[in-house]
């Protein structure tokens, strides 16, 4: 099984900048691995940010944005807000299954 | 509004069985495809199962394939997780979520413990 590989960590500044990537042990990151980017906070279910690479869900907010870049998946989230602070997955597609990355940290501080 | 409620989590003992629920409400069930997904205690999330509408296509992650049954019944809005020889790094909430991925259930926590 393919395994999806993530920051373990970041600390951002608010109104700052970040980048999130999410790579595969198979190769490039292709739009034909549909990357989804979740966001969940303590006690809450994950909530979709992305999907299908950059498509942003109804209830994300435009300062967050879906790429590839450099073979990989990536959330870019401009102006980091307080409510920001959560972990996020990256998921990828492989063939019917979904490998999940292991997560970020991201502080804003 | 859109609604999934998973039921059918508790303790159980290594080696046991556990059946999970998921009613869902808010939507046509009968159109949708459906996903488990699971979290252990502190740790990041699990892809389990992933079944189609017509139940004519499953898909299970390695860690789970020839233990694990998923399955649906249109008619009662509802998608199950049939889960045997259950391992204690099993214990986890489990959460039920529509294809897309746009929905999700809050979880029912599964403790397998003696």
């Known amino acids: 099984q393919a395994v999806v590989t993530q920051e373990p960590s970041l600390t951002v500044s608010p109104g700052g900048t970040f980048t999130l990537t999410c790579g595969s042990s198979?190769?490039?990151?292709?739009?034909?691995?549909?990357p989804y980017w979740f966001q969940q906070k303590p006690g809450q279910a994950p909530r979709t940010l992305i999907d299908?690479?950059?498509n942003r869900l109804s209830w994300t907010p435009a300062r967050f944005s879906g790429s590839l870049l450099g073979g990989k998946a990536a959330l870019t989230v401009s102006g980091a807000q307080p409510e920001d602070e959560a972990h996020y997955y990256c998921?990828?597609?492989?063939?019917?299954?979904?490998?999940f990355g292991g997560g970020t940290k991201v502080t804003v501080l | 509004e859109v609604q999934l409620v998973e039921s059918g989590g508790g303790l159980v003992q290594p080696g046991g069985s556990l059946r999970l629920s998921c009613v869902v409400s808010?939507?046509?069930?009968?159109?949708?495809?459906m996903n488990w997904v699971r979290q252990a205690p502190g740790k990041g999330l699990e892809w389990v199962s992933y079944?189609?509408?017509?139940?004519?296509?499953?898909y299970y992650a390695d860690s789970v394939r020839g233990r694990f049954t998923i399955s649906r019944d249109n008619a009662k809005n509802s998608l199950y997780l049939q889960m045997n020889s259950l391992g204690v790094e099993e214990t986890a909430v489990y959460y039920c979520?529509?294809?897309?991925?746009?929905?999700w259930g809050q979880g029912t926590l599964v403790t397998v413990s003696s």
């Open positions: 079944i189609n509408r017509k139940s004519t296509t499953v």
């Open positions: 998921m990828l597609s492989y063939s019917g299954s979904w490998v």
């Open positions: 808010g939507f046509d069930f009968s159109t949708y495809s």
């Open positions: 979520a529509r294809a897309g991925f746009d929905s």
């Open positions: 299908d690479t950059s």
């Open positions: 198979t190769g490039p990151v292709t739009d034909g691995h549909y």
